[in-house]
């Protein structure tokens, strides 16, 4: 149970994050173009965190530091997602409609028939809560397991040799 708490930590200061830019109505101006950027952030750090303490505790192994930072990642990439699912389904329900429909307007200028027909169902799983929670999902377990094998391997060169 203590090792989903990181990795479910850096979920809940993302969406923490989502709501107080929400409450501010700052949610389409602040990372507006990035809005996975402030969860990459606190992944990176619960990531760090737990290979770090990892480290400094036990005998080294990458491997078993991958494990550890992977499953903090892990925790973090489910429950980002179920927080974005919630997020864009109840509580910022404009938002995803809002680009809809500016890249309708785009699309509208480009295509026509059939072409515009095809564009607009795209357009409309795209920007969909399930979709961005399925992308938040899937985006973010590459990114902790790119992150968790890269910090594991920094910590193997740095940390460990500065303890030896």
Do not use: C
């Not at 809940?12 to 989502?18: E, G, P, S």
């Not at 173009?33 to 402030?38: G, K, L």
Request: aromatic content about 18%; glycine content about 4%.
């Amino acid at each position: 149970m203590k090792s989903l708490l990181p990795g479910f930590g850096a979920a809940l200061l993302f969406f923490l994050w989502k709501l107080i830019l929400f409450f501010s109505n700052q949610q389409h101006h602040i990372l507006a173009e990035f809005p996975a950027a402030p969860l990459m952030v606190f992944t990176f750090a619960a990531i760090a965190w737990v290979i770090i303490k990892y480290a400094r505790t036990q005998q080294f192994s990458v491997i078993e530091a991958f494990k550890h930072g992977a499953r903090v990642g892990l925790i973090a990439a489910v429950f980002s997602s179920i927080f974005v699912f919630a997020y864009y389904a109840w509580i910022d329900t404009d938002f995803l409609e809002i680009i809809r429909i500016a890249k309708m307007q785009e699309a509208e200028k480009v295509f026509t028939g059939e072409e515009l027909e095809n564009f607009t169902r795209a357009t409309n799983f795209f920007n969909s809560p399930r979709a961005r929670s399925l992308f938040t999902l899937s985006g973010m377990m590459i990114f902790a397991f790119l992150s968790a094998l890269n910090l594991s391997l920094i910590a193997r060169f740095t940390i460990v040799r500065k303890l030896s």
